[in-house]
C-alpha cells in the first residue's frame, strides 16, 4: 500500500494505493464437460483500478500463458476468460494476476477446473405411489459431486400418443 498525495506536505488529502488482490467470494471450482466452454471470471479489488490482466493454465504436464484473444477484460475491475476442455490434460488449474500503476497482483485468482459427467445411477429406491396410470418412485442420488439435488423423484407415465415414458421432476 501506497500513501499518495497531490498536494504539497501537510495539504490536501492521502489516497490510498494498492496493488490487486482477488476478491474472496468469486466462484473458484469450474465443472465443465469435454467440448463445452467455460466462462471464468476473475475479480479484484484494487485502486486505481487494473490496467490489464494475464491468464496462465497449469496442469500435470506444463504451465501455459493463455492469450490475450482468449480473455477480455471487464471495466469493474475484472476479466473473464472463456475455455474448452477437449482432453484430459486440458482440466487443471487457471490462474489470473491483475496489474495495475502500483504493480502486478502478489498472489494469483486460482481457478479448478474439473471434469463433469453423467451422475452415477440413483439407488436406494422406494415404491411411494402407484395408480393404473403411473408409478412414483424416490430415490437418492448417486455420490457425485457436482450434482445439487438431494433426491430424485422418478414417474412413470402412461399417454395412449406416447407410449411409456420415464421422466423426471
Given at each position: 500500500?501506497?500513501?499518495?498525495?497531490?498536494?504539497p506536505?501537510?495539504?490536501?488529502?492521502?489516497?490510498k494505493?494498492?496493488k490487486?488482490?482477488?476478491?474472496?467470494?468469486?466462484?473458484k471450482?469450474y465443472g465443465?464437460?469435454r467440448?463445452?466452454a467455460?466462462?471464468?471470471?476473475c475479480?479484484?479489488?484494487?485502486?486505481?483500478?487494473p490496467?490489464s490482466f494475464k491468464?496462465?493454465?497449469?496442469?500435470?504436464?506444463?504451465?501455459?500463458d493463455?492469450p490475450?484473444s482468449?480473455y477480455?477484460?471487464?471495466?469493474?475491475?475484472a476479466?473473464?476468460?472463456?475455455?474448452?476442455p477437449?482432453?484430459?490434460l486440458?482440466y487443471?488449474?487457471?490462474?489470473c494476476?491483475?496489474?495495475?500503476?502500483?504493480?502486478q497482483?502478489k498472489?494469483?485468482?486460482?481457478?479448478?477446473l474439473?471434469a463433469?459427467?453423467?451422475?452415477?445411477?440413483?439407488?436406494?429406491c422406494?415404491?411411494?405411489n402407484?395408480?393404473?396410470e403411473?408409478?412414483e418412485?424416490d430415490?437418492?442420488?448417486?455420490?457425485?459431486?457436482?450434482?445439487?439435488?438431494?433426491?430424485h423423484q422418478l414417474?412413470?407415465?402412461?399417454?395412449?400418443?406416447?407410449?411409456g415414458?420415464?421422466?423426471?421432476h
Amino acid at each position: 500500500m501506497l500513501l499518495y498525495s497531490g498536494q504539497p506536505k501537510g495539504k490536501g488529502c492521502q489516497v490510498k494505493l494498492d496493488k490487486p488482490i482477488c476478491r474472496p467470494d468469486q466462484k473458484k471450482i469450474y465443472g465443465v464437460a469435454r467440448n463445452e466452454a467455460a466462462e471464468i471470471l476473475c475479480q479484484v479489488d484494487a485502486y486505481p483500478p487494473p490496467e490489464s490482466f494475464k491468464w496462465s493454465f497449469n496442469n500435470t504436464a506444463e504451465t501455459i500463458d493463455m492469450p490475450q484473444s482468449g480473455y477480455r477484460v471487464h471495466a469493474e475491475q475484472a476479466s473473464s476468460l472463456t475455455y474448452t476442455p477437449v482432453k484430459e490434460l486440458d482440466y487443471g488449474t487457471i490462474m489470473c494476476w491483475a496489474d495495475n500503476v502500483v504493480g502486478q497482483q502478489k498472489e494469483p485468482c486460482v481457478f479448478h477446473l474439473i471434469a463433469a459427467g453423467k451422475p452415477e445411477m440413483p439407488y436406494n429406491c422406494s415404491l411411494v405411489n402407484q395408480t393404473s396410470e403411473s408409478l412414483e418412485v424416490d430415490c437418492a442420488e448417486g455420490n457425485y459431486f457436482t450434482i445439487i439435488c438431494l433426491s430424485h423423484q422418478l414417474q412413470f407415465i402412461t399417454h395412449p400418443l406416447l407410449g411409456g415414458r420415464l421422466s423426471s421432476h
